[in-house]
């Protein structure tokens, strides 16, 4: 059983302050070859010895669901055995786009969906996640993070509390979008509308599925289910806020050269900020690796 | 720091004989309900420890006791097993349901299937999050609670009773013997809290 490690103290310095190696807070001085100097002040954050992060990075790529996700549940059952020897040390980041799909968490509920299950207009996957059912698809940016809380927080609220501080600050810092958390609903918020999902599954303190940004998604799937369960709250997408919301949402026909770039643009502040929050040092794979394991 | 030093004289000057819900007034606010429980007078006698417990995201705290029960056994992924003639009863300690927070969904293995120590044979779903629960021996699983499957909710009102989640055959019943007594358990939960 995984439960949330609450400590007093930690819980009341915001958890993306600085962190050593060992994941604890660090007030010391350390002096080494490389000089760090480690204060309590997020502005003074200098490179430090981050904890290496493997990256396979396929952002421009729309993957089927089933093949990325089978490569999570692959690289999860091999950091368990590593685990289990005490060997693991490296996390993992999986950056892509998914194929049009429809994806239900562990307690999802077909009242959520406004088709019959046995007929779905999209492929439909009843994953291990958490979380109630959501779309995937071109134009949506997603972050599977397989993460060993012990080299961060044992603490599953504060994990996600991270995920969604990870994409408020891509907002703000690179589309000066001023988004929020709304208390018991996970997730990312731009005034009434959800811009990213988060659902996560976890076991032996190792996480995996993650988080969702709609870039320049065409939102129209959306209106298939109910997403996340919540009725009376819409979905949005970067694009859609940053032409104005007077401007029906985006469909097919709106794809323009303008939504490469704000992919590339979106993509680069999320891997900026995820090694950010989690005090990171992305060390890109090829993704080869992932399709062709055996070679 | 001052604080944790206070709730841990208070722990142990307070040693209850049943599980309570106390108020630190000053500091609780927005104080969630749905984990208060209590045990019959005639149970068995229990120990419990206090912890802060935040709130909301607003960072209040509640000072609240964990209930730790004697007579059972307890796993370092925070399980509880009672024990009692050929049949042991396995779920998740009031400690883990405290921290999940309200649990919404819970996966049950099939009856006849079997559990191996330290091996997920379960899940339980809260905050977006499906957290395995691994079994603390292993054995054949001969009967599942399929109350939790309309009122997983039982989780969190009743950890230790009506919460319970297999009852299991063990196979090997010295592997009990290598689990936690309360005691060593509030303990261990004291100092994982203390370290993260």
């Known amino acids: ?295 | 720091m001052a604080l944790r030093i206070w709730a841990s004289s208070t722990a142990n000057a307070l040693r209850l004989s049943s599980a309570t819900r106390l108020h630190f007034s000053p500091l609780s606010r927005c104080f969630s309900s749905g984990n208060l429980h209590s045990y019959p007078s005639n149970s068995p006698s229990l120990c419990s420890f206090l912890k802060f417990r935040r709130q909301n995201r607003n960072l209040t705290y509640a000072l609240v006791s964990i209930a730790v029960l004697d007579g059972l056994k307890y796993a370092n992924s925070h399980e509880w097993v009672k024990h009692e003639g050929s049949v042991a009863t396995i779920g998740i300690t009031d400690h883990a349901q405290d921290h999940l927070g309200e649990v919404v969904f819970v996966e049950l293995p099939d009856i006849g299937g079997s559990v191996t120590k330290a091996n997920g044979f379960g899940a339980v779903e809260s905050v977006k999050a499906t957290s395995d629960v691994n079994s603390p021996i292993s054995g054949e699983i001969v009967e599942v609670n399929t109350n939790l499957k309309e009122t997983p909710g039982l989780i969190n009102s009743s950890p230790y009773e009506a919460g319970w989640m297999i009852k299991v055959k063990p196979s090997n019943p010295s592997e009990l013997e290598a689990l936690m007594g309360p005691k060593e358990y509030t303990k261990f939960c004291e100092e994982e809290d203390g370290a993260h």
């Open chain 1, 1 to 295: 059983m995984i439960v949330a490690s609450n400590s007093c103290l930690s819980c009341l310095i915001p958890p993306w302050t600085i962190r050593s190696n060992s994941g604890q807070i660090s007030t010391s001085r350390r002096a080494s070859a490389s000089q760090i100097t480690i204060t309590e002040s997020n502005s003074l954050v200098q490179q430090t010895n981050k904890r290496r992060c493997k990256c396979y990075d396929m952002y421009k790529e729309a993957v089927p669901f089933a093949e990325a996700w089978a490569w999570q549940k692959s690289i999860v059952e091999e950091r368990k055995s590593l685990i289990d020897r005490n060997e693991d040390d490296l996390d993992t980041l999986i950056v892509l786009q998914h194929q049009p799909v429809y994806t239900l968490g562990t307690a999802s509920s077909e009242n959520n969906l406004n088709f019959d299950i046995k007929d779905p207009p999209l492929p439909i996957y009843q994953t291990e996640r958490g979380g109630e059912v959501t779309y995937h698809g071109p134009g949506q940016l997603l972050l599977y993070p397989i993460m060993n809380l012990r080299f961060q927080k044992m603490d599953l609220h504060w994990y996600l509390r991270a995920l969604e501080e990870v994409v408020i600050r891509v907002l703000f810092s690179t589309f000066s979008l001023k988004a929020s958390r709304v208390e018991g609903l996970t997730g990312v918020w731009v005034g009434d509308k959800k811009l990213a999902a988060i659902g996560i599954r976890v076991s032996k303190w190792l996480t995996y599925h993650g988080l969702a940004l709609n870039v320049s998604t065409d939102l129209s799937p959306f209106s298939g289910i109910i997403p996340c369960g919540i009725k009376d709250l819409g979905v949005g997408s970067i694009k859609e806020l940053l032409r104005g919301s007077s401007r029906p949402s985006s469909t097919s026909s709106d794809h323009d050269d303008g939504d490469g770039k704000l992919i590339d643009i979106a993509h680069e502040s999320l891997l900026k900020e995820f090694c950010e929050v989690f005090q990171l040092e992305l060390c890109h794979q090829s993704v080869s690796i992932l399709r062709y394991p055996d070679k």
